[in-house]
Nanobody, 113 residues
Framework: QVQLVESGGGLVQAGGSLRLSCAAS???????MGWYRQAPGKQRELVAS???????NYADSVKGRFTISRDNTKNTVYLQMKNLKPEDTAVYYCYGSAGYVAWGQGTQVTVSS
């Protein structure tokens, strides 16, 4: 059974930092892993992705503030978030793709002003 388990969300003040982790089990995501987020009343949007070969893509809104990394030996993807802003408040979802897409349950990130 494929499972993605996220951790690291929480409440932080503007300008603060958080690190999200997503551990995958039951499958090796040979194409990409990454993070989406969904704020209340908004569509889910891609935050960052990283392929198994290390190619990285960021949303323009997080470039220079967020860093995605991947440990293929642990089948885990990380999202280091710095200089957080209130508009970063959302539920963050981890995903993995390998011909199909699997999703984590989501972790809440709240940034207070």
């Amino acid at each position: 059974q494929v499972q993605l388990v996220e951790s690291g969300g929480g409440l932080v003040q503007a300008g603060g930092s958080l690190r999200l982790s997503c551990a995958a089990s039951g499958s090796i995501f040979t194409i990409a892993m990454g993070w989406y987020r969904q704020a209340p009343g908004k569509q889910r949007e891609l935050v960052a992705s990283i392929t198994s070969g290390g190619r990285i893509n960021y949303a323009d809104s997080v470039k220079g503030r967020f860093t995605i990394s991947r440990d293929n030996t642990k089948n885990t993807v990380y999202l280091q978030m710095k200089n957080l802003k209130p508009e970063d408040t959302a539920v963050y979802y981890c995903y993995g793709s390998a011909g199909y897409v699997a999703w984590g349950q989501g972790t809440q990130v709240t940034v207070s002003s």
